[in-house]
């Protein structure tokens, strides 16, 4: 098992930026791809960004890439999502989820996720 805690949502405004933590324990941390996904109220869950086990290869959905920026620290078990220049549409709820070796865009194919954090951007 793998224990995923998000933390770092809030209510910010437009153009404040965020960056959202996620930390792991259980398993080893680097054995795992990670991603971030949001879903708002009445939307399915959509991929954010997602990173291999070792960082070297990242990939962002198109409404967020060139702002939003992943990375992961394995020594401290956890996976941060930068959100600078926040938009209303930016307002979800956050979740960050593991999967074992590659990393993947597809919610599906995660098998441990955390509880989430509310992001709400504000016009």
């Known amino acids: 098992q793998v224990q995923l805690v998000e933390s770092g949502g809030g209510l910010v405004q437009a153009g404040d930026s965020l960056t959202l933590s996620c930390a792991a324990s259980?398993?080893?941390?680097?054995?795992?791809?990670m991603g971030w996904f949001r879903q708002a109220p009445g939307k399915e869950r959509e991929v954010v960004a997602a990173i291999s086990t070792t960082g070297g290869s990242t990939k962002y959905a198109v409404a967020v890439k060139g702002r939003f920026t992943i990375s992961r620290d394995n020594a401290k078990n956890t996976v941060y999502l930068r959100m600078p220049s926040l938009k209303p549409e930016d307002t979800a709820v956050y979740y960050c989820?593991?999967?074992?070796?590659?990393?993947?865009?597809?919610?599906?194919?995660?098998?441990?996720w955390g509880q989430g954090t509310q992001v709400t951007v504000s016009s």
């Open positions: 989820a593991a999967r074992a070796t590659y990393y993947s865009t597809y919610p599906w194919s995660y098998d441990y």
């Open positions: 259980g398993r080893t941390f680097s054995n795992y791809a």
